[in-house]
């Protein structure tokens, strides 16, 4: 059984999606960010970073935080999505979506939704940051289906941020082959059943 410490956020919905997915057992816990659950004394010991995602894989008494490391642990554990002949393609995408469409999609939102009109430098940074990620997703997907090969952890990490264009302001026609493979994966059951699961 895997407890999974999530919210109803890009990164939390990465790891619901990847269990519906491999139809393993979890169960969800909240942790309430508006009530800034992230930083009490019992989840700061499973989080040193007072974020979410976390899980738990009570069979293995293992806990893990970073979304990207919970993705690759799940994968490996189940042998799924993460095959052996595309490993370091998917990898490669991954770390892109954490290192890169995370951050800098998430800081988009801070400056042009949450807080939008209290710098005119960083929205326009945001502006320039989040264009850039949505033409390294387009170029890429000209000629791919999925990220990596076959429907993989690429995808199901970078999906839940594409899922809030509108709040980092893009309109998604303008990236037909990013709109194509948004709407495809939309469609999966585990994807619609693992968005909702807290
Ligand atoms: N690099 C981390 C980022 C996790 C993250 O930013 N989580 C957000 C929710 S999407 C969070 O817990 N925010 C609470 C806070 O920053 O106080 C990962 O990929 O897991």
């Known amino acids: 059984m895997i407890k999974l410490y999530t919210a109803p956020t890009p990164n939390g919905r990465k790891i619901s999606i990847l269990l519906e997915e491999l ?30 995602p976390v899980i738990e894989d009570c069979e293995h008494k293992k806990i893990i ?24 393609e998917v990898l490669q995408w991954v ?3 954490v290192a890169y469409v ?4 998430g800081q988009a939102h801070q400056y042009l939704y949450y807080n ?6 960083a929205e326009k940074k945001s502006r320039q940051y989040t264009k850039h990620v949505y033409e390294i997703l387009e170029k890429h997907l000209t000629n791919n289906i999925y990220f990596a090969g076959r429907y993989s952890i690429a995808d199901i990490a970078i999906w839940p ?34 968005y909702n699961v807290v």
């Not at 909240?30 to 700061?44: G, H, R, T, W």
């Not at 993460?82 to 370091?88: D, E, I, Q, T, V």
């Not at 709040?167 to 990013?178: E, S």
């Open 161 to 194: 941020w594409v899922d809030r264009h509108e709040r980092h302001q893009i309109k998604l026609n303008k990236y037909p082959n990013t709109e194509k493979w948004y709407k495809k994966i939309s469609k999966r059951p585990a994807v619609i059943k693992g």
């Open 65 to 88: 935080f970073e979304s990207g490391a919970i993705l690759i642990y799940l994968a490996e554990k189940y042998k799924k999505y993460l095959p052996k002949n595309k490993y370091w």
């Open 116 to 121: 939008s009109g209290k710098s005119k430098f």
């Open 23 to 52: 139809k393993v057992e979890y169960k969800c816990i909240l942790v309430n960010l508006d009530k800034k659950e992230q930083f009490k004394k019992k989840f700061s010991k499973i989080s040193p970073t007072n974020k979410i």
């Open 102 to 105: 995370g951050p800098m999609l």
């Open 95 to 97: 770390v892109f979506q």
